[in-house]
């Protein structure tokens, strides 16, 4: 332990403790919120750790090995710390949590006894309840390469190495006309072949949905512009006027990424492995499968 830890701990083995808990998000758009069930404000790690926030937590379950650690907090809904709105935009998604055990009276004396990611997270009634995932939680994620004929890479990752900002393969403007709630429509987009960025990213800059996105299931032009259909709509409301940012899409083929993107040098798909036709194919006589070699 830690010279800090070794405080906190003959603090704890006094027998008269002041200590409380202190909670610190920091949601994927870079935020990061502070909350105490203590009722003054502490600070320590560059973060503030509001009181009154009605946030509080069960007992945290740890072991040993490779079990995820994981405990639940308690909160009230409010305009100043969590809102219900930002929880159905999903900005509290996957946001990394970190809890401690603190001397309020002196907070260099704290044990940090969790640190991970937000679950489920379930609401009713005013209040929402967040499950709290160790960091072995990513040890349950499946890992691995696979092999498939299209490209397992993301536009523009580390695997595909594409730069989304070349000139011509990106743009930003202004939400002109807004349909149902997964259909953009603009005058023209200059510059931009139709189906330039179907299977792209529409991600809002500005407003209320701001630092939110979907991707993009069709780019049609008709008789009244270009229309840009998502496959889901963005969990926040767009308003006109809010400035989004659209990227080129990628259906992962091989002639795609050469002729689309110039990027054949960083295809991740295997365009020539046999498929389950070739597999399941017996020898015959008729046409070219004489069930003779393969050149």
């Given at each position: 332990?830690?010279?800090?830890?070794?405080?906190?701990?003959d603090?704890?083995?006094?027998?008269i403790?002041?200590?409380?808990?202190?909670?610190?998000?920091?949601?994927?758009?870079?935020?990061?919120?502070?909350?105490?069930?203590?009722?003054?404000?502490?600070?320590?790690?560059?973060?503030?750790?509001?009181?009154?926030?009605?946030l509080?937590?069960?007992?945290?379950?740890?072991?040993?090995?490779?079990?995820?650690?994981?405990?639940?907090?308690?909160?009230?809904?409010?305009?100043?710390?969590?809102?219900?709105?930002?929880?159905?935009?999903?900005?509290?998604?996957?946001?990394?949590?970190?809890?401690?055990?603190?001397?309020?009276?002196?907070?260099?004396?704290?044990?940090?006894?969790?640190?991970?990611?937000?679950?489920?997270?379930?609401?009713?009634?005013?209040a929402?309840?967040?499950?709290?995932?160790?960091?072995?939680?990513?040890?349950?994620?499946?890992?691995?390469?696979i092999?498939?004929?299209?490209?397992?890479?993301?536009?523009?990752?580390?695997?595909?190495?594409?730069?989304?900002?070349?000139?011509?393969?990106?743009?930003?403007?202004?939400?002109?006309?807004?349909?149902?709630?997964?259909?953009?429509?603009?005058?023209?987009?200059?510059?931009?072949?139709?189906?330039?960025f179907?299977?792209?990213?529409?991600?809002?800059l500005?407003?209320?949905?701001q630092?939110?996105?979907?991707?993009?299931?069709?780019?049609?032009?008709?008789?009244?512009?270009?229309?840009?259909?998502?496959w889901?709509?963005?969990?926040?409301?767009?308003?006109?006027?809010?400035?989004?940012?659209?990227?080129?899409?990628?259906?992962?083929?091989?002639?795609?990424?050469?002729?689309?993107?110039?990027?054949?040098?960083?295809?991740?798909?295997?365009?020539?492995?046999?498929?389950?036709?070739?597999?399941?194919?017996?020898?015959?006589?008729?046409?070219?499968?004489?069930?003779?070699?393969?050149?």
């Open positions: 332990m830690t010279s800090r830890s070794n405080a906190l701990r603090h704890l083995q006094s027998g403790t002041t200590v409380c808990r202190a909670w610190a998000l920091e949601r994927s758009d870079g935020s990061v919120l502070g909350f105490t069930d203590h009722d003054c404000v502490l600070m320590f790690d560059g973060v503030t750790f509001q009181p009154g926030s009605g509080t937590a069960r007992a945290v379950q740890q072991a040993t090995g490779l079990s995820v650690d994981n405990t639940e907090a308690l909160g009230v809904l409010s305009d100043a710390a969590v809102r219900e709105e930002d929880i159905e935009a999903g900005r509290f998604d996957g946001a990394e949590v970190r809890c401690w055990l603190v001397n309020w009276r002196d907070v260099s004396m704290r044990w940090l006894q969790l640190r991970g990611s937000i679950g489920e997270i379930r609401r009713a009634g005013g929402f309840e967040a499950e709290l995932r160790g960091l072995t939680e990513a040890l349950n994620q499946p890992l691995g390469r092999y498939q004929t299209p490209c397992t890479a993301v536009l523009g990752d580390g695997a595909c190495q594409f730069d989304l900002e070349t000139p011509g393969y990106a743009t930003e403007l202004e939400a002109v006309e807004i349909g149902r709630s997964e259909e953009f429509l603009w005058g023209a987009l200059p510059g931009f072949e139709p189906g330039w179907a299977g792209g990213r529409l991600t809002v500005s407003g209320g949905a630092g939110l996105w979907s991707a993009v299931k069709a780019d049609q032009s008709d008789a009244a512009g270009r229309r840009i259909t998502l889901e709509p963005v969990r926040a409301e767009v308003q006109r006027g809010d400035l989004v940012r659209l990227e080129a899409g990628c259906d992962k083929r091989m002639e795609t990424c050469r002729l689309k993107f110039n990027n054949l040098l960083n295809f991740q798909g295997f365009p020539d492995i046999p498929g389950e036709d070739w597999i399941m194919a017996v020898p015959r006589q008729s046409g070219m499968n004489t069930g003779g070699s393969r050149r």
